[in-house]
């Protein structure tokens, strides 16, 4: 059981280029989220989404793009890179049940970090 | 909107000693999870321990425990007999448990807490 799985998990960006940032989970998780952490800023969230074809903005969405075509995978894409979106990115999914507190519990990828020049 | 406030951002404690990290919320939801994550230098986020809101038994894991005041909006994590791998940054985290059309999954963080723990 891999859980969640980040790839890369280094990238160094021109400003301008374009790149995804890749997220798996076998769990067959519902929720998948991204989240970013900057220093002194804790982690906030970027983009989630609730399943298959569905997916919403977080707290800080300008700049990323999303898209959920399988329970497996949630993609993040920086269409044009900006030195402001440095950072350590994180994937997190859980189940989406409001029953069991247990299994509402978020696992959390490796994180990638992305630095932009 | 609900925050999450970690107003210590650096705390030391002598290793077998007891450390408390503190965590403050608002909301004015009365269905809600709080939890504790620890990120060690490896990034890996943890967690730590987790609470329901409607659950009055402050929840405890091993050395970990937390204060729970549901009135006061406080939720602090207490460490106890402090080992030199719990130095890490901590996060105090709020998740609704309402059903707002799937926003409740998402986390809201505090800045985080960075604990050394000292030999």
């Known amino acids: 059981n891999a859980g969640v799985t980040q790839t890369p998990k280094f990238q160094v960006l021109k400003t301008g280029q374009s790149m995804t940032l890749q997220c798996a989970q076998d769990?067959?998780?519902?929720?998948m989220s991204w989240y970013r952490q900057d220093p002194g800023m804790g982690l906030r969230l970027i983009h989630y989404?609730?399943?298959?074809?569905?997916?919403d903005q977080g707290e800080v969405p300008n700049g990323y793009n999303v898209s959920r075509s399988t329970t497996e995978d949630f993609p993040l894409r920086l269409l044009s890179a900006a030195p402001s979106q440095t950072s350590v990115y994180f994937c997190?999914?859980?189940?989406?049940?409001?029953?069991?507190?247990?299994?509402?519990?978020?696992?959390f990828g490796a994180g990638s970090r992305l630095t932009v020049l | 909107a609900q925050t999450v406030t970690q107003s210590q951002p650096e705390m030391s404690v002598q290793e077998a000693e007891t450390v408390t990290l503190s965590c403050t919320y608002d909301?004015?939801?009365?269905?809600?999870?709080l939890f504790w994550y620890k990120q060690p230098p490896s990034r890996q986020m943890i967690l730590v321990i987790r609470?329901?809101?409607?659950?009055?038994q402050n929840a405890t894991e091993n050395r970990f425990s937390v204060n729970f005041q549901k009135a006061a909006k406080s939720f602090s994590l207490k460490i106890s007999d402090s080992q030199l791998g719990d130095a890490a940054m901590y996060f105090c985290?709020?998740?609704?448990?309402?059903?707002?059309?799937?926003?409740?999954?998402?986390?809201?963080f505090g800045k985080g807490t960075k604990l050394s723990v000292k030999p």
């Open positions: 997190a999914s859980s189940y989406f049940l409001r029953a069991a507190s247990g299994a509402n519990v978020l696992t």
């Open positions: 769990m067959n998780h519902e929720y």
């Open positions: 989404s609730v399943g298959a074809g569905i997916t």
């Open positions: 909301t004015s939801e009365s269905d809600y999870y």
């Open positions: 609470q329901e809101a409607y659950k009055q």
């Open positions: 985290a709020y998740r609704s448990g309402g059903n707002y059309g799937g926003s409740q999954g998402n986390l809201i």
